[in-house]
């Protein structure tokens, strides 16, 4: 089985004047079932790095293999195929939607790419099981704790049955109780085979990942 | 992406601001009532004014002809020369004076021979034309022809009021009537007269017959013309029937009915639909502006979305479909009002409404088109944004 993430020389230049130097010939391998942290100072290039990874943005130059797949190469419309089926992502944010439910919130992933209607509510109960938030299936958003926002949004990502789950600061809003609960659920997912990568700032999240990696001024080295 | 999904995301979007959906279908809303208003008592008010003026009196000249001091300004052999002009469908000359109006009228009833048969008509001398120039039908019998007219024969027709005054009912056995103790045989009965209602009370004699009674000119001329031909016969007649005495004739012709439905329909097509229109344009301008505030609102659900497997073209459709719903929901409204509006009208002025199916489906249709259109530049704005920036 191909590894989940190959980058090889991936750079990302934004055209502003003076042009910013996100990433540098960045080259990158993650195994299935890795659990990867990415730290580094504010502005180093961290979010650029995971929305490249996420193929919400294109790098300048260079190689992504996702899944074998050469994804550069992809046009819009294939990049947006390949995202919905195999990322699942968790932001810092959570990007709910305030005037839909819990379980509405967790469906809206199912919404685009061609999943069935049929079984989705229980699909979406299942995951909201998994991340336990089954007692707050029919509340709006806005009446849930931030941890508890951040266990849907996760609930949300599980759902398509990604190969990867993206975390951009996941933890960022949360107190250190939420936190540590939202780490058990990583641990958790990450013991039954799924591949995480997660930006943080915080030792205490790093501490729990298998690997760490930093990235300062758009260059990155293992530790 | 399923397309009840998509109705159900569009539908949740537009249902996610109520009080704002609700206010930005207000503009499409007035449009579409104005304009159902304005083509709904369009199609009232013209049915009323067809009703009033119908065909049958916008094709009806009279031309009086005044007596002359120096002999008949009409001749009997004159109508011809109107029959030739175009336009015309009939032409018939009669005469009528003050004194032939009140004659003493008796029938011999031989069945009934108690009955008090005499009354006081009305007896006017015709051409063989007129049953087609009043616009009337042989109830009985029928009307003298040429030939009566030149061998002057003593026959009369009776209007069909006149008949039942003097209580003949049927032609057979040859019944007559006395006009001041001299006989004249029935031959016929008119009735059923579209104009010149008097002739159904009238004894109509020949015009050669009537020399003897005192009818000896013409004194008024009955013309038909072909629908929209009117104006121009009214002008052209009087010149045909007496060339050197045109001005003295005096003309009564339609109340022009195109100028009084004009009228109507001027106000009703002036100055509503423009405003219908104004509104129609405020309300897309309207829905364009809220639905741009929306998604300007909402970058972060774009950029959701976009990652949950949005394509570009799932975002515009939203949108689109969202400031669609908005546009049908104001027409659907803007119909019923309108419809309501028409229907009040109609009862305010006594007037049957006209209500167009029609219409009340093209509402809601053009209040969508108006959404659909609004949401274009939007829509575009949504789908253009980069994923990446959508979630910064
Ligand atoms: N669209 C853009 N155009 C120009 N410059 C950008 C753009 N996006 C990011 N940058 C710049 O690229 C650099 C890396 O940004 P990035 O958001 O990846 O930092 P980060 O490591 O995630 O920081 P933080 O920890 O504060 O979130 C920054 O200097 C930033 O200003
Ligand atoms: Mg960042």
Redesign the interface.
């Known amino acids: 089985m191909p590894d989940v993430i190959v980058l090889d020389a991936v750079s990302r230049v934004f055209p502003t004047d003076p042009p910013v130097r996100a990433l540098r010939d960045i080259g990158l391998r993650v195994r299935r079932g890795d659990y990867v942290a990415i730290v580094g100072p504010s502005g180093s290039g961290k979010s650029t790095l995971l929305?490249t990874l996420?193929l919400?943005?294109r790098p300048t130059s260079g190689s992504y293999l996702l899944n074998g797949t050469e994804t550069t190469v992809l046009g819009?419309?294939a990049r947006?195929?390949l995202?919905?089926?195999e990322?699942g992502?968790v932001?810092q944010?959570f990007?709910l939607?305030?005037?839909?439910t819990v379980a509405?919130n967790v469906m809206?992933?199912e919404?685009?790419?061609?999943h069935p209607?049929r079984h989705r509510r229980r699909r979406a109960l299942e995951a909201l099981e998994l991340v336990g938030m089954s007692h707050r299936v029919d509340f709006p958003p806005g009446r849930l704790s931030g941890g508890e926002r951040q266990r849907v949004a996760i609930a949300?990502a599980l759902m398509?049955e990604p190969a990867l789950l993206l975390c951009d600061e996941p933890t960022g809003n949360l107190d250190s109780g939420n936190t540590e609960a939202v780490l058990d659920l990583f641990d958790g997912l990450h013991a039954h085979g799924l591949t995480l990568l997660v930006i943080t700032h915080e030792d205490e999240v790093s501490a729990r990942a298998g690997r760490r990696v930093r990235i300062s001024d758009g260059v990155l080295t293992e530790e | 992406m399923d397309i009840r999904d998509l109705w159900a995301e569009a539908l949740a979007g537009v249902l996610a601001r109520p009080v704002r959906s609700a206010l930005t279908t207000l503009g499409t809303v007035l449009g579409i009532t104005t304009l159902v208003i304005t083509l709904g008592v369009a199609a009232t008010a013209g049915n009323q004014i067809v009703g009033r003026f119908d065909e049958l009196t916008a094709t009806a000249i009279t031309v009086e002809v005044p007596a002359g001091p120096g002999g008949p300004l009409v001749g009997w052999d004159s109508p011809a020369e109107v029959r030739r002009l175009r336009g015309v469908t009939s032409v018939s000359a009669l005469a009528q004076t003050e004194e032939s109006s009140n004659l003493r009228v008796t029938a011999n009833d031989l069945v009934d021979p108690t009955r008090v048969t005499g009354q006081t008509l009305a007896v006017v001398a015709g051409d063989p034309e007129l049953p087609r120039a009043a616009r009337g039908r042989m109830v009985e019998g029928r009307f003298f022809d040429a030939g009566h007219v030149r061998r002057g024969d003593r026959v009369v027709v009776l209007g069909d009021q006149a008949a039942r005054m003097l209580g003949v009912t049927r032609l057979t056995g040859a019944p007559a009537v006395f006009i001041e103790d001299r006989a004249y045989t029935v031959i016929g009965v008119l009735g059923g007269l579209g104009r010149e209602q008097v002739l159904s009370t009238a004894v109509i004699v020949p015009p050669t017959t009537g020399v003897g009674l005192g009818l000896r000119n013409v004194t008024r001329v009955l013309v038909n013309t072909s629908l929209g031909a009117a104006d121009l016969i009214a002008r052209q007649a009087p010149v045909a029937l007496s060339p050197n005495h045109h001005d003295e004739l005096q003309v009564i012709s339609p109340p022009t009915p195109k100028r009084a439905r004009d009228g109507v329909q001027d106000d009703v097509n002036g100055l509503f639909p423009i405003l219908g229109l104004v509104s129609l344009v405020v309300g897309a301008v309207g829905i364009a502006n809220v639905t741009l505030v929306t998604v300007m609102e909402r970058v972060s659900e774009i950029g959701l979305r976009r990652s949950l497997g949005a394509a570009r073209r799932h975002i515009a459709a939203q949108f689109l479909l969202e400031s669609t719903l908005i546009g049908m929901t104001g027409g659907v409204i803007g119909a019923g009002a309108g419809l309501v509006s028409v229907v009040a009208v109609s009862a305010a002025q006594r007037w049957t409404p006209v209500l167009d199916a029609r219409l009340a489906l093209a509402a809601p249709v053009a209040g969508a088109l108006v959404g659909l259109l609004a949401g274009l530049y939007p829509a575009l704005r949504a789908a253009r944004m980069e994923p990446a920036d959508a979630l910064r």
Request: glycine share 20%; charged share 30%; hydrophobic share 25%.
């Open positions: 929305n996420g919400l943005d819009d419309g947006t195929r995202r919905g089926r990322i992502f932001y944010s990007h939607l305030p005037h839909r509405e809206l992933a919404v685009y790419g061609g209607r949300r398509g």
